[in-house]
């Protein structure tokens, strides 16, 4: 059983930068993906970025691409997501998501396909 927690949401400006963290804990923290989502009032969960946890590749959507950086703390079973030049549409709760172990073929950007979820963590960007 892995149990994960988020942290660091808050309130910034537009233009503002913040970082969010994911930590494990539960077991030996060893899974093949990592995956941030967030989730605004009145809209479906969508992808954010996701990292691969055996060499660190990454993956992000077009809207945060360029503006997001999603890293990996080995020691610390912790995954981070650095997000700058905020904007207010950024505004949601964000969600980390563990796929624990590959079994075939594997979409990082749906939801359902990972296992585990945190209790999410709420962003707010202001004007």
């Known amino acids: 059983q892995v149990e994960l927690v988020e942290s660091g949401g808050g309130l910034v400006q537009a233009g503002g930068s913040l970082r969010l963290s994911c930590s494990a804990s539960?077991?030996?923290?060893?899974?093949?993906?990592m995956g941030w989502f967030r989730q605004a009032p009145g809209k479906e969960r969508e992808f954010v970025a996701a990292?691969?946890?055996?060499?660190?590749?990454?993956f992000y959507a077009n809207s945060v691409k360029g503006r997001a950086t999603i890293s990996r703390d080995n020691a610390k079973n912790t995954v981070y997501l650095q997000m700058n030049s905020l904007k207010p549409e950024d505004t949601a709760v964000y969600y980390c998501?563990?796929?624990?172990?590959?079994?075939?073929?594997?979409?990082?950007?749906?939801?359902?396909?990972?296992?585990?979820w945190g209790q999410g963590t709420q962003v707010t960007v202001s004007l």
């Open positions: 539960g077991r030996t923290f060893s899974p093949y993906f």
């Open positions: 998501a563990a796929k624990l172990v590959y079994s075939g073929s594997f979409d990082y950007t749906r939801y359902a396909t990972y296992d585990y």
């Open positions: 990292i691969r946890w055996s060499d660190g590749w990454t």
